[in-house]
T-cell receptor, first 113, second 116 residues
Framework: GQQLNQSPQSMFIQEGEDVSMNCTSSSIFNTWLWYKQDPGEGPVLLIALYKAGELTSNGRLTAQFGITRKDSFLNISASIPSDVGIYFCAGQLSQGGSEKLVFGKGMKLTVNP | GAVVSQHPSRVICKSGTSVKIECRSLDFQATTMFWYRQFPKQSLMLMATSNEGSKATYEQGVEKDKFLINHASLTLSTLTVTSAHPEDSSFYIC????????????FGPGTRLTVL
């Protein structure tokens, strides 16, 4: 199936540091979403972006919807140990009544206290 | 926020048996439910989309006769893995949406299937 290109695949950072990750696609999307998944659980929505160029913040998280509609990035500032997990981007085209999501491969974040 | 549950959370079965996984939207009506499969250290891959009262739409490469999906009510969808084999062992996750373009999908906690 189709997947997005998400990078980096993993990061090891110290508590308090900032971290950035991004996703790119060869296809345009109407919506970009960022999820966090803890081991053995389902993904939880962090931020949703609906307009090209949109910059949205949610606490220490900031995400942007690329102007070309083919990319998005997520920043986490001042990381804390509970930020550990796997972060996925997802694109949604919302075309013809379909709401299918296409997921990136994920980025595993490790935060050292 | 909207809550989606899955049952069971874990299941171990013998090869050749069938396993049913339930996905329920607890506080909203889900006109559309999605079933994903996630292998270890990999991403979520959409298996099928089901709309209440109609047949599921399967993604390319997903066998509809092996993965039976029923969405008989606005709060319940089931995935039955028929004649399970060890290669079907995976983490199965459902999501539910109240429908319409752009509506958020709410994810369940997942079901870990192990086929011996």
């Amino acid at each position: 199936g189709q997947q997005l290109n998400q990078s980096p695949q993993s990061m090891f950072i110290q508590e308090g540091e900032d971290v950035s990750m991004n996703c790119t696609s060869s296809s345009i999307f109407n919506t970009w979403l960022w999820y966090k998944q803890d081991p053995g659980e389902g993904p939880v929505l962090l931020i949703a972006l609906y307009k090209a160029g949109e910059l949205t913040s949610n606490g220490r998280l900031t995400a942007q919807f690329g102007i070309t509609r083919k990319d998005s990035f997520l920043n986490i500032s001042a990381s804390i140990p509970s930020d550990v997990g796997i972060y996925f981007c997802a694109g949604q085209l919302s075309q013809g009544g379909s709401e299918k999501l296409v997921f990136g491969k994920g980025m595993k974040l490790t935060v050292n206290p | 926020g909207a809550v989606v549950s899955q049952h069971p959370s874990r299941v171990i079965c013998k090869s050749g048996t069938s396993v049913k996984i339930e996905c329920r939207s607890l506080d909203f009506q889900a006109t559309t439910m999605f079933w994903y499969r996630q292998f270890p250290k990999q991403s979520l891959m959409l298996m099928a989309t089901s709309n209440e009262g109609s047949k599921a739409t399967y993604e390319q490469g997903v066998e509809k006769d092996k993965f039976l999906i029923n969405h008989a009510s606005l709060t319940l969808s089931t995935l039955t893995v028929t004649s399970a084999h060890p290669e079907d062992s995976s983490f199965y996750i459902c999501s539910a949406s109240s429908g319409g373009e752009g509506n958020e999908q709410f994810f369940g906690p997942g079901t870990r299937l192990t086929v011996l």
